[in-house]
């Protein structure tokens, strides 16, 4: 399945995050594998503060092994189905693991593409001094819309 990612960089931790990214340790040990980078290489920051990207896990719950990589850095705000999950063809049953050549989230992707900044731009900036990330703390778990 295919989810649409909101995120805001946990306070104090931009510099640790870019680190993990250029040195590619984030997410080491997790069956993830390079997900997490292009998940970074594509994410968007958003008006509202968020980083917002798709990505393709195949957990049960949405991001349960992928969840404690990236709350060393974020706190997620939404996680949500990037498309009906009716229509996934890995969810249904129809075929196995489809998620990862599949196009259903093609539209929303380049949706994406045109909000906000590329995250990646933004977080090298912020951690140069030329420019802070938005950031807020609630340490609310993040609703999972289904």
């Known amino acids: 399945m295919r989810y649409l990612v909101r995120a805001r960089v946990k306070p104090g931790r931009e510099r640790a995050l870019l680190e ?9 040990g997790s069956v ?8 970074m290489v594509q994410a968007r920051l958003c008006d ?5 990207w798709v990505e393709v ?6 991001l349960n092994e992928e ?3 990236w709350e060393q850095y974020f706190e997620f705000t939404r996680i949500q189905d990037a498309h009906d999950r009716r229509e996934c063809r890995d969810k249904n049953g129809a075929e196995p693991w489809a998620c990862s050549n599949c196009d259903c989230t ?3 992707e380049q949706k994406l593409e045109s909000m906000g900044e590329p995250f990646l731009e ?6 140069a001094g030329t420019r802070a990330l938005p950031v807020t703390h609630s340490g609310a778990k ?5």
């Open 48 to 52: 509202d503060g968020t980083a917002r």
């Open 67 to 69: 969840r404690p990589y």
């Open 142 to 146: 993040a609703p999972v819309a289904g």
């Open 32 to 39: 993830a594998g390079n997900e997490y980078f292009r998940n």
């Open 122 to 127: 933004v977080l090298r900036r912020a951690v």
């Open 57 to 62: 896990c195949y957990c049960y719950e949405p």
């Open 106 to 108: 093609a539209r929303l």
């Open 20 to 28: 993990a990214i250029e040195n590619r340790t984030l997410g080491r």
